[in-house]
């Protein structure tokens, strides 16, 4: 499991972009053949938690956890990984990783590739890794702003909801081909239902752009079956949702 990493700087500064490069940790890991990883919103509980490794590992079943630390200074990253023991509750291995946020799926596949080799000799397809790469953005700003917006939506208000739809739409303006914020700003409206009258025509265009741009994500996916779902097609909801599932594997969809 990939605990929540600390953010070394000033408090709530970074903290969306922290939490949005270990979301895409846990993603790209859990698409390693011979790795079983717990999904992220399982692991957020454990934020700021108190609890030993050995008794995270006891609750979730597991024998290893990944933590960490990020430090952002300007457009350079420092990315501090250590994996953890649960039943010794030693660390087995740490590394840190340096580079710049245009270059972050590189750095972030860097550090899949080690915790991969580490890890009983988990070999990792890099050819899988890199086609989740179609649903990201090399702008650091774009990525910024649907960092922030996932942030808002998690305020489940009417007010953090319509601020979350103009910055998707900023990011979008900003790199019209990242997927994920097509596919996140149709989840936005369609979230919406009580805010924008352009639900759920706008948000499904939005979800087939997404689609159109990168067919196997599963974010798309399961954005496209929520859709469905929520248009009373059930049958064709039912077979996104299976898609985004096998996409993904265990990463959690909601």
């Known amino acids: 499991v990939v605990l929540p990493f600390k953010n070394i700087g000033t408090a ?18 859990s698409n390693v053949d011979g790795l079983k990883v717990i ?11 108190e ?24 457009p350079q990253l420092k990315i501090n990984v250590q994996v ?17 946020e245009t270059d972050l799926f590189s750095l972030q596949s ?7 080799e580490n890890l009983d000799g988990v070999v ?18 774009a990525y910024d702003l649907v960092q922030r ?23 979008i303006e900003i790199d019209s081909n990242y997927a994920d914020a097509h596919a996140l700003l149709g989840v936005a409206h369609s979230d919406s239902t009580g805010v924008s009258i352009a639900y759920p025509k706008v948000a499904y265009s939005n979800a087939k752009k997404a689609y159109e741009l990168d067919p196997i994500s599963p974010i798309i996916s399961g954005a496209l079956g929520r859709f469905k779902m929520y248009s009373n097609d059930p049958k064709t909801s039912i077979l996104h949702f ?7 594997n265990k990463e959690n969809l909601g």
């Open 110 to 116: 860097q550090i899949v590739k080690s915790v991969g």
């Open 84 to 100: 953890i023991n649960t039943t010794s509750g030693e660390i087995s291995w740490a590394k840190n990783f340096e580079g710049i």
């Open 149 to 171: 917006a996932k942030s808002l939506m998690d305020g489940n208000s009417k007010v953090s909801t319509i601020k979350a739809i103009e910055l998707y739409e900023q990011a």
């Open 242 to 248: 299976q898609k985004a599932y096998e996409l993904s």
């Open 124 to 141: 990792v397809d890099e050819s899988r890794l890199n086609a989740l790469k179609k649903s990201g953005t090399t702008n650091p700003k």
């Open 51 to 74: 609890k030993s490794p050995t008794e995270i590992g006891q609750e979730l079943n597991t024998g290893t956890l990944i933590q960490g630390s990020i430090q952002k200074s300007g």
């Open 12 to 29: 709530g500064e970074n903290d969306h972009i922290v939490e949005g490069i270990v979301v895409d940790l846990n993603t790209m890991l």
């Open 39 to 49: 999904g992220s919103v399982s692991a957020k509980t454990y934020k700021d938690t």
